[in-house]
């Protein structure tokens, strides 16, 4: 069975989306962050071939899509004033917000949980789809279970076209690169669940200065997983293996130079390090963002390690960036990639 690739712009296409997804098949579609595999929220059966689909434990709750705040809070038992503003800050756009669901927000949907995830994607594609349809959808990011998400819609024919997605709608590379910023509103804190494409310096800003804390739990997978389940350690990774150096000073070149023959180094903006050539395996050198530019290496990130897999490396060692704007969720995608972290 071939993938469809759907043209939004030729209105018989688009109808042809939501046809589908009325008909509780999971379509692909384009959103600012990356692709979703989205369905509809009342359909069991939709939600159920989105696991299927992706691989994806039953454990590991959706993000539900809405078209604005009215829909948001529909699904939900209310919001409150810090919450409210978030919202009205942030949507449509790239930030998730935890919310106390209604009863009729499913088991399969939230995996059990009493908390619901909603967010309403800026992305012109996928309202087009939301408006039409006229009920809330549910999008994983399109790409198996604990792999790289896919940002562009051949990735996602690469990615779940063997598996028998029948149709991705086509939105061009995706704005942001990372997925949304995941929190949620505890009395007057902002708790980060994982970080992504809304920075905590806006979350500060737009709160009129909330404390954020980030209550991801690096040292202890088992508790994280109850936060957000998917957080997993391992995530986003590519099948060339991927080592994470946290701390440069400490596990530079000359460290790893005997470990690795044939890798590919991955930085995420340009190092001030002259000792590149002292690093005998490595073949290729990318940086994410030579002008240094967090939204640019966030942008191309999983573009970069789709591309750098392909390429047939033993490892591709990575190195933290600076944990600004951006930057903390860059650096949690490499260290969620990795296979091995050093320092
Ligand atoms: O940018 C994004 O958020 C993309 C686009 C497609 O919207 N979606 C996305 O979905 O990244 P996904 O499923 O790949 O990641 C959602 C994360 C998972 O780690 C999941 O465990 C967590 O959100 N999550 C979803 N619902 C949750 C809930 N009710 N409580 C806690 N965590 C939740
Ligand atoms: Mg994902």
Redesign the pocket.
């Known amino acids: 069975m071939s993938c469809l690739l759907l043209d939004s712009n030729v209105p018989a296409q688009l109808a042809a989306a939501v046809a589908r997804l009325r008909a509780d098949e999971p379509v692909a579609l384009p ?1 600012e ?4 595999l989205a369905g509809r929220l009342y359909s069991e059966p939709a939600l159920a071939k989105i696991f299927a689909l992706k691989a994806r434990p039953r454990f ?4 539900v ?1 809405v078209l604005d705040k009215a829909a948001g809070a529909a699904i939900s038992l209310g919001l409150n004033p810090l919450e409210e503003k978030l919202i009205d800050a942030f949507w449509p756009g ?1 930030l ?1 917000i ?1 919310l106390k669901k209604q009863d009729f927000v499913t088991h399969l949907c ?2 059990g ?1 009493p ?3 909603v ?1 309403a ?1 800026s992305h012109p594609v996928f309202r087009r789809v939301l408006e039409e349809l006229g009920e809330p959808l549910c ?3 399109a790409n198996r279970f604990g792999r790289v ?1 896919p940002t562009s819609s051949r990735d996602v024919v690469a990615e779940l076209g063997p598996y028998g997605l029948g149709a991705v709608v086509e939105g061009g590379s995706c704005e942001h690169g990372v ?2 910023t ?1 929190v949620r509103v505890n009395e007057n804190v902002i708790e980060l ?2 970080p ?2 809304i920075s905590v310096e806006q979350l500060v800003e737009a709160s009129g200065g909330a404390p954020v804390r980030n209550i991801k739990v690096e040292k202890d997978p088992e508790k994280e997983a109850l ?5 997993a350690l391992s995530h986003y990774a590519p099948r060339t293996p991927v080592l994470f150096v946290e701390d440069y000073l400490q596990f530079g070149p000359k460290f790893l130079a005997s470990d690795f023959q044939n890798c590919a180094l991955l930085e995420v903006f340009p190092s001030e390090e002259s000792s590149w050539d002292s690093w005998a395996g490595a073949k290729e050198r990318v940086t994410l963002s030579p002008r240094g530019s967090d939204l640019e290496a966030a942008s191309v990130l999983f573009a970069t390690l789709r591309g750098l897999d392909a390429e047939g490396f033993d490892a591709i060692v990575a190195l933290r960036g600076p944990d600004e704007g951006l930057g903390l969720a860059v650096n949690d995608r490499l260290r969620r990639a990795a296979s091995r972290r050093l320092g």
Request: aromatic share 6%.
């Open positions: 959103s962050t990356v692709y979703g590991d709750p959706l993000i899509h790239p998730t935890l939230t995996a949980s908390w619901v995830a967010r994607p999008a994983p990011s998400s997925e949304s995941i669940l994982r992504g494409a936060l957000t389940p998917g957080s």
